[in-house]
């Protein structure tokens, strides 16, 4: 028979076939499924009683999915909806994260693109495949496995909290990640850029591993850097700065009061002509008056350094090179207005152009002499993915990083409301663009 939604079938069947969550104990039952029914799904219910118990290594609730009010039912008309409805919210909470990522994390801008489980669950019931099905529907990459290997370790049970800080801590960064981990797409790139912003660090995918890691600098606590999904469609060597007017009046109007403007070889345009610094007085000025514009030209102290990545996005966050080399030595590097400055950009942006015709190492180190800007695209969009995760496995070893941007508490506080006390939660929130047109002129106004 075609695949059916078993328990409503069978009990309510002027219903319809999907329905959201809902609360069984507050709708009476008004028919008896059938022996062959009551037993299909009682077949299932082993299955999800452990998939509910195993929940506790993925960060969730094991109380979220009613295991004792499931075995209360086992075997009646209200235990067969019951089933069906746990394993609905288990399928989701595994497949798209307990919470809405937009509600708790307000800096989370990716989204996962995969489709509702419900008809996965429902033939899963119908075949008495529910364990493999639900296994199926958590994040298969290596890191999000481990991770459950670690909370599993910690004896994550029904019981996800500890009395001892340190623990306690290690086990909110953990649940937060995992969460994380569950917003995002299921198929991640073979090739890719991820940054993790707690991490400090780059990594350069290349066929479904690592291939290259850079030290980072990110955005300060009063700036931080969000997290988003943006394609890298070139590399810009030599790259003029276009400073956003917020850090033309915070941080390049001093600099010009103090006499400094020929130096850093800022250039001033009235309407898009080129006119002399002089033109206004700085020292009276708080911010760049109407039609006029200021940039950095190429050059040892342009605040993008050498290199940066064309990306454009709406958050004018970019990934570029920088003259303050110094300050990769820094163990906490929460320094930038939000941009992501990049030890050794140079050799990233070589092994980026590498498979483009005719830029060899030789043909770079030509272009950089010029000190004219010079824009290179990729054969194919790269996609980055700029994330927040406080728990990493390096080395085979799981690692607890500083939670820079204090976000991991409002993710760990959601897991744990209470199910009839989070509608706000579960309320689907439009995806924010990253991607986005550069500005009139085509420059990127990147917040170093």
């Given amino acids: 028979m075609a695949i059916a939604v078993i328990a409503l079938a069978a009990c309510q069947p002027s219903q319809p076939s999907s329905v959201p969550d809902m609360l069984v104990d507050s709708r009476p039952v008004q028919a008896v499924p059938t022996p062959a029914v009551v037993a299909r799904v009682d077949r299932n219910l082993g299955d999800l009683l452990a998939a509910i118990t195993e929940s506790a290594a993925h960060g969730l609730n094991p109380a979220d999915y009613q295991p004792e009010r499931l075995r209360a039912l086992a075997g009646t008309a209200a235990g067969t909806l019951l089933t069906r409805e746990m394993a609905l919210r288990l399928a989701r909470d595994l497949a798209h994260g307990r919470v809405s990522a937009g509600r708790v994390d307000s800096a989370w801008h990716i989204r996962d ?27 298969a990459a290596a890191e999000y496995q481990l991770l459950t290997t670690e909370m599993r370790s910690l004896g994550a049970g029904n019981a996800i909290v500890s009395a001892d800080p340190a623990r306690q801590r290690r086990l909110e960064s953990l649940r937060a990640t995992l969460e994380r981990w569950r917003w995002l797409p299921r198929t991640l790139p073979a090739h890719r850029l991820w940054v993790n912003l707690p991490e400090y660090r780059l990594f350069l995918w290349r066929g479904g591993a690592a291939v290259r890691a850079h030290d980072v600098i990110i955005g300060k606590v009063a700036h931080p850097t969000p997290s988003f999904r ?104 929460a320094l930038s207005n939000g941009c992501i400055r990049t030890r050794d950009a140079l050799g990233l942006a070589r092994a980026l152009v590498a498979g483009t015709a005719g830029w060899d190492a030789a043909r770079v180190a030509t272009a950089l002499e010029t000190r004219r800007e010079t824009t290179v695209g990729l054969g194919q969009p790269l996609p980055a993915f700029l994330v927040y995760m406080t728990a990493v496995v390096r080395d085979g070893a799981v690692i607890t990083l500083d939670d820079v941007y204090g976000r991991d508490a409002g993710v760990v506080a959601a897991l744990d409301t209470p199910r009839d006390a989070r509608a706000d939660l579960d309320a689907p929130v439009a995806a924010t663009a990253a991607t986005g047109a550069a500005d009139d002129d085509g420059a990127s106004r990147c917040a170093v």
């Avoid at 276009?242 to 010009?256: N, Q, T």
């Avoid at 345009?269 to 190429?298: E, H, I, N």
């Avoid at 004018?316 to 990769?328: A, C, G, Q």
């Fill in 230 to 333: 943006v394609d890298v469609t070139g590399v810009v060597f030599n790259p003029w700065w276009d400073p956003p007017r917020r850090l033309v009046s915070e941080s390049v109007i001093p600099a010009l009061r103090r006499g400094q403007g020929a130096r850093l070889d800022y250039r001033l345009y009235r309407d898009g002509l080129p006119v002399p610094l002089t033109t206004l007085g700085w020292k009276s000025l708080s911010s760049l008056p109407s039609g006029y514009r200021l940039r950095q030209a190429p050059g040892p102290s342009n605040a993008l350094g050498q290199v940066k990545l064309r990306m454009y996005n709406t958050y004018d966050i970019y990934l570029h090179d920088t003259p303050n080399k110094e300050l990769f030595d820094q163990p906490k590097r």
């Fill in 113 to 139: 693109s995969d489709p509702d489980p419900t008809s996965a669950v429902d033939a899963a019931l119908h075949a008495q495949t529910l364990a493999m099905t639900l296994a199926g529907l958590a994040p």
